[in-house]
Nanobody, 122 residues
Framework: QVQLVESGGDLVQAGDSLRLSCATT????????MGWFRQAPGEERRFVAR???????LYADSVKGRFTISRDNAKKTVYLQMNSLRPEDTAVYYCAASSTTWPLAANQYNYWGQGTQVTVSS
């Protein structure tokens, strides 16, 4: 069983930066693809970024060039560096782990964290 705990969410102003962290326990972290998703009020959960066990990253078009996903296998932690934040980035951000090598959809992720709130004011 894998547990994920996100941290780093905050209230910031447009243009600011934040780094989210997702610490994991249990399982074999290096073998999991790790993803970040977000959910704004009244909206469905949407893909943000993914990093494979081999550290190949994929981003949603809406965050490409502003967000960077990375992982530290020794610390069993995945990060999401968010720069040039916009009000439309406001959401609860969720970390997820997948045993699938190249997960795409949310239903391909096996484990989820509880989420961390990011609020960007204009």
């Amino acid at each position: 069983q894998v547990q994920l705990v996100e941290s780093g969410g905050d209230l910031v102003q447009a243009g600011d930066s934040l780094r989210l962290s997702c610490a994991t326990t249990g399982g074999t972290f290096r073998t999991y693809a790790m993803g970040w998703f977000r959910q704004a009020p009244g909206e469905e959960r949407r893909f943000v970024a993914r990093i494979t066990g081999g550290s190949v990253a994929l981003y949603a078009d809406s965050v490409k060039g502003r967000f960077t996903i990375s992982r530290d296998n020794a610390k069993k932690t995945v990060y999401l560096q968010m720069n040039s934040l916009r009000p439309e980035d406001t959401a609860v951000y969720y970390c997820a782990a997948s045993s699938t090598t190249w997960p795409l959809a949310a239903n391909q992720y096996n484990y989820w964290g509880q989420g961390t709130q990011v609020t960007v004011s204009s």
